[in-house]
């Protein structure tokens, strides 16, 4: 019963039971057509919001990066992190939050010790117009907790996306002469990230983490009659990334 009660009182609940009232209502009048748009609303909610449907979705995209043997990562000359792992928050000890996507960081210190690489590159934006690098937050992270010791720990310096970030690698790549590159970002992302960096002739191993919809399909799942929002931010990640992949195809950039 918690649970149904706190799924009710999440704006996705309020409007999802809200479209229930306005559909009945309009049926009791006898205003069978009116009747038609919210009862739709109230069937896809409930499909992408109460069913396993989006996480599904999602897992598909994660599933060929899942099963990565950490203990079997070729030797690599540099580590890649994508950004978005971070939120600035000026009030948290290191002046930032771990975004939903944090997992990225454990991702790229597993990896970069699995496989050796002496290098590892940070991505991500401005923390903020005129801020510092989401980059150097997480090298003051790792640096504190002596997490990578003896690794360089470098930055693309500001950049608005992911095609920024491949254009920045190719450059350092061959400026460094490194060929052996492993990449790292969330699950759902890697798709249209490794096909970028491939189209650019880099080529990376892909080491995922941030397995959003394949974690969510690893817990028995009970039928909530409530859609819930954590549903819905696995369908937006879904949508986002399949459209993101369909307009860097029509750019030319995958």
Request: aromatic share 12%; with cysteine; proline share 4%.
């Amino acid at each position: 019963m918690g649970r149904f009660l706190s799924s009710l009182v999440e704006p996705v609940g309020v409007v999802w039971v809200f479209l229930i009232l306005l559909t009945a209502w309009r049926l009791y009048r006898k205003q069978y057509l009116r009747a038609i748009l919210p009862a739709a609303a109230v069937v896809g909610m409930f499909t992408f919001g109460s069913t396993t449907l989006s996480a599904r979705l999602l897992a598909r995209l994660e599933r060929p990066y899942a099963g990565v043997d950490f203990a079997k990562l070729p030797a690599a000359d540099v580590v890649v992190m994508l950004g978005g792992a971070l939120r600035a928050s000026s009030n948290d000890p290191l002046g930032f939050q771990v975004a939903d996507s944090g997992d990225r960081v454990i991702t790229t210190v597993e990896a970069a010790r699995a496989s050796g690489a002496r290098t590892v590159i940070l991505g991500g934006g401005q923390m903020g117009p005129g801020g510092p690098l989401e980059a150097d937050f997480i090298r003051t992270w790792l640096d504190r907790w002596r997490l990578l010791p003896g690794v360089s720990l470098l930055d693309f310096g500001a950049c608005r996306n992911t095609r920024d970030e491949a254009v920045r690698l190719q450059e350092l790549a061959r400026e460094k002469g490194w060929r052996r590159i492993i990449l790292v970002t969330s699950a759902g992302h890697m798709r249209r990230s490794e096909a970028l960096f491939r189209k650019l002739g880099l080529d990376v191993t892909c080491v995922a983490g941030d397995f959003r919809g394949l974690s969510r399909l690893e817990v028995k799942y009970r039928l909530n009659p409530v859609p819930t929002l954590s549903n819905f931010d696995l369908l937006s990640i879904f949508c986002y990334e399949t459209v993101g992949y369909w307009v860097y195809w029509w750019r030319g950039w995958v």
